[in-house]
């Protein structure tokens, strides 16, 4: 098996995303001038000719140089920066480091996807770390299958127990990920199993070749290691973080992995969470556990990606007093500063899981002595599993432009760690199962690289490299996703309720009560006055407590708080009125009914598209419609009608409630 070169047709069985032959189709029979070397560079020569340019010395049309050689070119920028300038016909790429080199490429051909033009501009990323995380497992796990909380089919990396033999989709891919400024791949699930655990060991050759595919795409690769392996694998009878033996078996695991893939990014570990092994075994913390593990790998520079995803799966529904949003912060903000310096705490957006509406995680602004980094998550595992189309850019740009203590910084700022996220891609011919999903994979790259850019901005460069100039289709994919995220809040759970749904059918569809009464935590509370869970400090668990202010505050009131989260913090009457004018009841009732009326219009929208879009994917979007009406039906009712009986109080607009 050999390694496919960066430049290969590696997409020929699949979709090609955001790049088609088309998006270099004006650059053919052009020239260009490329200076400097390495395999990054190599990369982006192999980009150049196929693109159909043809390499000269001088006088290029199009010249890619390092910023020393270019005149007026900018100064004291990092290696991932670029200064891309299109004047009177010729075009320079000023680079900082082979990344930035291309990087200015892709941006590059995004210009010209959108109509070209003259131009200066100088980018950099806000980050460094800019990652993907997937969930992928080596072997097919009973429940979860080869990708767990995947939509899209398999694993591009593993088949059921083994690398795949092809590897043409991972060159494909990673060629994507750099276009969207992509340098971080971790390529197994965080939940990582006996098989995934010797991807560290006697499997390390399959993951030397992962890295090598990512390596010439200037994309460092991690693994998702297990904390208990020195045990587990059967080497030591502890794993405990404070044993020397413990620390020896990670130290030379860390070795073994940097000699055999030098630019190796480090681990990421889930510790003490949903049953993962970890420190506590051993009564040490989780700055003890972490810390050991950054030891082994700083001396290569390594980084340990230590997961605050951490909280009691096995609380009893009738304690009102555990509440699962205190967790991660309970646990963290007394360790802070205590951690190393290449430990990155990577935390969940919000308190929760991954839910279409949640407050920012107070763990976030509430580590200052820690380099944190944001998850958010791609595949839409609470968004719609890529049956519905969601996209979550403006969910992340609202996060993203979060000021966690009013008018300081933004929570983009305020993550020292970067940014990670859930991939969303697998073996499916196009990529995401749902073909207007690539979307929400193209604005996580976008936004990772600067969270100020506007979600329809980065739609509107999606669309056009994807599906070319015709502005029919950029109105009506727009028309149809804009406000999709917030089209599939108004017909599943209400004003910051989460988890409203089915433990049972791995979190797809509606169920009211599904959570309940479950040891994983419980959500509503509804009973016939009203529903919402008090989390303030007055009443409540205190959760609002470990916010700052401003919000701490506001998030206290029934008067200041959001209309949108409101049951995520309050327990109300249904007769209460929100800001908008409506009562929480009405609200229900109304937003459901909207929520469907949407769904139709997307729908209807999409049909007349039909011949001016690939009639593969005009067809896989329209099934995957049909199932989001279906669906968004199922929701509107069993939500109002389960609100219709615990309250008695009826629908003012007399609409069907079953
Ligand atoms: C969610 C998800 C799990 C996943 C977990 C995590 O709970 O349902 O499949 O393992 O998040 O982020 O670790």
């Known amino acids: 098996m050999t390694i496919p070169a960066p430049h290969s047709e590696a997409v020929a ?4 995303m955001w790049l088609p032959e088309a998006v270099t189709g004006e650059l053919r029979d052009r020239t260009v001038t490329v200076l400097g070397e390495g395999a990054v560079l190599d990369t982006l020569r192999a980009e150049v000719a196929r693109a159909g340019m043809s390499e000269v010395r001088a006088d290029a049309d199009l010249l890619i140089a390092p910023f020393d050689v270019v005149e007026d070119a900018p100064e004291g920028l990092g290696p991932e920066a670029f ?12 680079y900082g480091g082979p990344n930035g080199a291309l990087y200015g490429w892709f941006h590059h051909l995004r210009h010209l996807a959108r109509g070209g033009g003259e131009l200066a501009s100088t980018q950099e990323p806000l980050h460094e770390l800019r990652m993907l995380d997937h969930w992928d497992n080596v072997a097919v796990h ?8 995947g939509y899209a089919g398999g694993s591009i990396f593993y088949d059921d127990g083994r690398l795949r033999e092809d590897l043409s989709r991972v060159g494909a891919y990673a060629r994507l990920l750099a276009s969207i400024g992509i340098n971080r791949v971790t390529i197994n699930n965080v939940n990582v199993g006996p098989r995934e655990a010797r991807l560290l060991t006697d499997d390390l050759g399959t993951v030397e070749r992962l890295a090598a595919i990512f390596r010439s795409w200037g994309i460092r690769t991690h693994l998702s290691i297990n904390f208990a392996s020195p045990l587990t694998l059967g080497e030591l009878d502890t794993s405990d973080p404070l044993e020397p033996a413990v620390q020896r078996w990670w130290r030379d695991a860390a070795a073994r992995v940097f000699t055999r893939i030098p630019d190796f990014g480090g681990f990421l570990v889930k510790a003490d969470s949903e049953g993962q092994p970890g420190p506590y075994a051993y009564g040490r913390d989780h700055a003890d556990g972490a810390n050991m593990l950054a030891r082994a790998v700083a001396p290569f520079e390594g980084l340990v990606h230590w997961r605050a995803f951490v909280y009691n799966h096995r609380q009893d529904w009738r304690d009102r007093t555990t509440d699962r949003a205190r967790a991660a912060y309970d646990t963290f903000v007394p360790l802070d500063g205590r951690f190393d310096d290449n430990v990155i705490l990577q935390v969940k957006y919000g308190p929760l899981d991954f839910q279409v509406r949640e407050p920012i995680s107070p763990v976030i602004p509430g580590m200052t002595r820690t ?13 719609g599993q890529q049956q519905h189309a969601v996209y979550l ?12 203590t009013g008018d300081d910084a933004t929570l983009a700022e305020a993550v020292q760690g970067g940014i990670a996220a859930v991939s969303n891609v697998g073996s499916d011919d196009f990529w995401t199962g749902h073909p207007l999903a690539q979307a929400n994979l193209y604005a996580y790259g976008r936004l990772a690289w600067d969270p100020t850019l506007d979600p329809g901005t980065i739609l509107d460069e999606w669309i056009a490299l994807t599906f070319g100039a015709d502005d029919q289709v950029r109105r009506g994919i727009r028309s149809i996703l804009d406000d999709s995220w917030r089209t599939y809040e108004m017909y599943t759970a209400p004003l910051g309720v989460c988890f409203m749904v089915s433990p049972l059918n791995r979190h797809y569809g509606p169920d009211v009560d599904g959570y309940e ?25 205190g959760f609002t407590g470990q916010y700052s202010e401003p919000w701490a505050s506001r998030y206290e009131s029934v008067d200041t708080v ?14 209460h009125r929100l800001h908008s004018g409506s009562t929480v009841i009405q609200h229900i009732y109304d937003t459901h009914f909207a929520g469907v009326e949407r769904v139709d219009e997307m729908a209807v929208t999409w049909d007349e ?8 994917l005009h067809r896989r979007v329209g099934e995957r419609l049909a199932e989001q009406r279906r669906s968004a039906i199922e929701w509107r009712d069993q939500i109002n009608t389960y609100f219709w009986r615990k309250s008695g109080i009826a629908d003012e607009a007399g609409r069907t409630i079953y």
């Open 393 to 404: 850019g403006p969910q992340w740009s609202e996060i993203l432009a979060f000021r966690p």
């Open 517 to 541: 009464y479950s040891a994983w935590g419980t959500y509503h509370f509804a009973d016939r006055d009203g529903v919402g869970v008090d989390r303030t400090v007055k009443t409540g668990t």
């Open 142 to 149: 009973p429940h979860m299958g080869q990708v767990e909380r």
């Open 562 to 575: 959001p209309d949108e989260l409101i049951l995520f913090f309050h327990h109300v009457p249904y007769t």
């Open 83 to 94: 200064f891309h300038r299109v004047r009177e016909g010729r075009t320079v790429i000023a």
């Open 13 to 16: 069985d699949g979709h090609p």
């Open 609 to 616: 598209l039909e011949g001016r879009v690939p009639s593969d």
């Open 371 to 383: 380099r944190v980094a944001l998850e958010l998550q791609v595949t839409q595992e609470y968004t």
